[in-house]
């Protein structure tokens, strides 16, 4: 599982499997390095961890046990030139919002018919 934080620009990755003794995620944001992204296990099995990715598009895998690959059944996927596939990830961060400023209107001064007939009057 991949979530993407717009606030904190955060790119957190979730994978359940609790046999695993090591998890390392590898992809075109770490240059393919087999050691640069490990995971950390909790006590339910389920390995996470946080990047910080600008915005764009990415490939990725997993690395189990240092020897088997393993990718992410959520995410999407396409072919690459090994005759297996890549996950894919989008990152993308709305844009800021603007701010807005109230434009102060001035009240038009409106006049009753009793007001006209005394200013007539006069």
Do not use: C, H
Request: charged content about 30%.
């Amino acid at each position: 599982m991949i979530k993407v934080s717009p606030r904190t620009k955060k790119t957190s990755f979730q994978v359940s499997y609790p046999e695993a003794n090591s998890i390392t995620i590898v992809g075109d944001f770490n240059g393919w390095s087999g050691d640069a992204t490990p995971m950390k296990k909790n006590r339910s099995g389920v390995w996470k961890a946080d990047l910080v990715l600008e915005a764009g598009d990415y490939q990725f895998r997993y690395l189990v046990n240092n020897d088997q690959w393993m990718n992410d059944e959520e995410a999407p996927s396409v072919p690459n030139s090994f005759g297996t596939e890549n996950n894919v990830l989008r990152v993308e961060f709305p844009a800021p919002k603007k701010k807005t400023t109230a434009k102060k209107t001035t009240a038009k001064k409106t006049t009753t018919r009793k007001t006209a007939a005394k200013k007539s009057s006069k």
